[in-house]
């Protein structure tokens, strides 16, 4: 667990935003529709976290255990270019976005609420976790947000990037 002032200053700092889908972006539920399709829910308040992100200039991936065609069809919405799916080394598809993405390690945050999410926690320059995150992600991320997965928790960490660096989110929203 870092102090609060090494929290601030990752807050600060970021230039990446690297999220988990299922359990993150998602409330970590699964439906399966009649005809076999997977339907996962998504909160509004995290859609409206991941736009403003990208107004504030941040740039934004996912990287994700499952190889769902949800998750390219929220990237797609969302505009968001980086996409791993069918992760199971989330450490070695961070190392890879950042190089791509021309961005050091020490500059992502990145959000994940499951043990398969310790590896890329680890490397970077902020980890988080939503509130219902098992146990061992609890302990070693720096930033826990009050919101489970889901249900604003992306949210949550946005605005407190925002506010670490004297924004609102009003202000971000209005932007052209």
């Avoid at 600060?12 to 005809?35: E, F, I, N, Y």
């Avoid at 399709?37 to 941040?58: P, T, Y």
């Avoid at 398969?116 to 098992?134: C, E, W």
């Avoid at 146990?135 to 889901?150: I, M, P, S």
Wanted: net charge neutral.
């Amino acid at each position: 667990m870092a102090s609060k002032e090494m929290v601030r200053r990752g807050l600060q700092t970021v230039k990446a935003v690297v999220l988990d889908v299922d359990g993150v972006l998602s409330d970590g539920g699964l439906w399966w529709g009649p005809g076999g399709e997977e339907w996962k829910r998504f909160s509004f308040a995290d859609i409206m976290a991941v736009s403003l992100a990208r107004r504030a200039g941040l740039i934004l991936a996912l990287i994700s255990g499952e190889d769902s065609p949800l998750v390219d069809r929220y990237a797609q919405k969302m505009l968001i270019r980086h996409v791993v799916k069918g992760c199971r080394n989330k450490a070695a598809a961070l190392r890879q976005f950042s190089s791509t993405a021309g961005v050091k390690l020490e500059e992502v945050c990145f959000m994940g609420d499951d043990v398969n999410d310790l590896s890329a926690m680890a490397i970077v320059g902020l980890s988080a976790a939503p509130a219902n995150a098992v146990a061992a992600v609890l302990q070693e991320a720096n930033f826990v947000t009050t919101a489970r997965g889901g249900h604003g928790a992306v949210r949550e960490l946005i605005d407190a990037i925002l506010a670490a660096r004297g924004l609102r989110s009003q202000e971000v929203f209005t932007r052209e």
